[in-house]
């Protein structure tokens, strides 16, 4: 490849490595490419690595050189998470790809300084080990973070990282509802999507402390925590093979925010991070049923590579919208009622059978504190909705969380931060709708219940709803030619 490229542009072109490697493969000329692609890293679960695994040692190496680096570096670890609390995209579609990039660097950062070639950054499963692993433990460890909430025995809620729920979000074939809601800047409000809003949202503030704040990368349970999202993205599109949107917006956009191993400043675009995960790194399954990483021919390889540059659309449409006549304002111990006109053609289409379109929530211009203690379960149809509410109760849709950083942000406390959240109805509607008692309905009433989270009371803290729309959220692809 050296005629394609000089040593310089290897380093400083968009994507590095992996539009590099992507395009000698694809021409078939490099067979060391070949090889590399072939045994690139794999990204383990930590639950599986000893105390004193290599990789943990690495990892722990790396931290602590990146601490003692001076703050004119940019590798320098407060700096790298500087990056983040700057630039850090949530509540709209560049959350993922960006966060993947952030990633990609800093895996790189730390073979570097932890001197470790063969380093690649663990993986937290939280839905098989909800609780922080003992490896992030330990006065004088550095992947120890003092300002932590969580204790080393807490339990993640299953609410937010359960098989049931992860199974759920991974089965949306929806981008727009599996990821989030688009967006043309990097930090424009959207809407969270589910795994942006239930497993992300709540981890980062069940472990409060840094991981509660835009500086959460102080935090190296943060890295692992992400890595585990990524895992998520993977798993999503590239095993089950769900299309990520082709919105030429979201491809071309391009991050500037990062810093190689050699502390040069790197641009990637969307697209080229959608090939990290072929090219560049893999992972040990963190769903049950994955199969193990295996190689893949260059052809197979290639077939990925086109299936996910090719994308598909991704559409929500909204045929119901219902502007509260004044702002719905719900706070711990106070659940909320909105209302929504429905038309019963459109939920009896949820029901037809085998109908596979979903009924989609979406609960907007909602306005949170900055580190939100709480977080917010949603019920259809259960006036007496309380926090003892079970979540085996027929009515419960969901439980989402906010992730919101005003000041990393440079918002006034008092600035609302109309962020939204889409909820997928259509499974309650069916469940409640198999009793009979839903589908001649004329309006559905949907309930807000605040909850705090464990160890925190969330006292006096409110949240305000400006609007609620209901959408038809065809399969992707459907109706296309
Ligand atoms: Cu940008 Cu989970 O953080």
């Known amino acids: 490849m050296g005629h394609l490229f000089s040593r310089r542009d290897f380093l400083l072109q968009a994507g590095g490595a992996a539009s ?113 692993p003992s490896h992030f433990w330990g006065a004088g460890n550095p992947l120890y973070d003092s300002t932590r909430v969580a204790t080393a025995s807490d339990v993640v809620p299953s609410e937010f990282v359960g098989q049931p729920v992860m199974d759920s979000i991974l089965s949306e074939p929806n981008f727009l509802l599996f990821a989030s809601g688009e967006s043309t800047t990097q930090r424009g409000f959207s809407t969270y999507g589910e795994l942006e809003a239930t497993p992300h949202n709540n981890i980062h503030n069940f472990v409060g402390g840094h991981m509660a704040t835009f500086m959460s990368p102080l935090d190296p349970v943060f890295w692992c925590h992400h890595n585990m999202i990524d895992c998520c993205w993977v798993d999503w599109n590239l095993v089950r093979h769900n299309n990520n949107t082709n919105d030429s917006t979201w491809m071309n956009f391009a991050f500037s925010d990062f810093v190689d191993e ?132 027929p009515h419960y849709a969901g439980s989402f969380g906010f992730f919101i950083d005003k000041t990393a942000m440079r918002m006034p406390e008092s600035e609302s931060s109309p962020i939204g959240v889409l909820v997928n109805l259509s499974p309650t509607l069916r469940r409640l709708g198999a009793g009979g008692a839903i589908s001649k309905q ?9 909850v705090p989270y464990p160890r925190r009371e969330a006292k006096g803290e409110q949240f305000t709803l400006r609007q609620l729309e209901l959408g038809m959220m065809p399969l992707p692809g459907a109706g296309q030619p």
């Open 20 to 132: 590099t490697l992507g395009l000698a493969l694809l021409t078939g000329s490099c067979e060391s490419c070949v090889q590399q692609i072939a045994h690139r890293p794999i990204r383990r679960n930590i639950a599986h690595l000893a105390a004193n695994d290599p990789i943990v040692e690495t990892y722990k190496a790396a931290v602590s050189a990146m601490k003692a680096l001076p703050m004119s570096d940019p590798r320098n670890w407060t700096n790298q998470a500087s990056i983040h609390n700057n630039h850090c995209p949530h509540g709209n579609w560049f959350f993922l790809p960006w966060h993947r990039a952030y990633l990609l660097y800093f895996e790189r950062i730390c073979r570097k300084l932890g001197g470790n070639k063969d380093f690649a950054l663990p993986y937290w499963n939280w839905t098989q080990q909800p609780s922080i």
């Open 442 to 450: 004329q309006a559905l009433d949907i309930q807000l219940v605040a």
């Open 262 to 393: 050699a502390a040069s400043p790197v641009s990637v675009k969307v697209v080229t991070t959608l090939l990290m995960p072929i090219l560049s790194y893999q992972y040990e399954p963190c769903e049950p049923g994955e199969p193990a990483p295996a190689g893949l021919s260059p052809a197979q390889t290639q077939a990925l590579q086109q299936f996910v540059k090719r994308g598909a659309p991704a559409q929500l449409k909204f045929t119901q919208r219902f502007a509260p006549p004044r702002a719905l304002t719900g706070s711990v111990g106070k659940p909320v009622t909105g209302s929504i006109k429905v038309e019963p053609e459109a939920l009896r289409a949820v029901f037809e059978s085998g109908s596979k379109a979903q009924l989609v929530l979406r609960l907007g211009g909602i306005d949170v504190p900055s580190k939100p203690e709480f977080f917010v379960r949603a019920f259809v149809n259960k006036p007496d909705a309380t926090i003892q509410t079970p979540l085996e109760d």
